[in-house]
């Protein structure tokens, strides 16, 4: 799970070189409306096995 994340992190980089800002967009968008696939992803993240 860490490194589909760190490879979407990656991805997201790469796109970041072009004009428009995808990072912030995203982050906003994430905040505002509070997805539940991002909250279960958090859990999963931080879980303790």
């Known amino acids: 799970m860490r490194i589909i994340c760190i490879l979407i992190l990656v991805l997201i ?3 970041e ?3 428009v800002p995808i990072s912030p ?3 906003i968008w994430i905040i505002l ?3 539940h696939w991002f909250y279960a ?3 999963k ?3 303790k096995n």
């Open 17 to 19: 070189i072009g004009p």
């Open 33 to 35: 409306f509070r997805p």
């Open 41 to 43: 992803l958090v859990l």
């Open 13 to 15: 980089s790469i796109i």
């Open 25 to 27: 967009i995203f982050l």
């Open 45 to 47: 993240l931080y879980a």
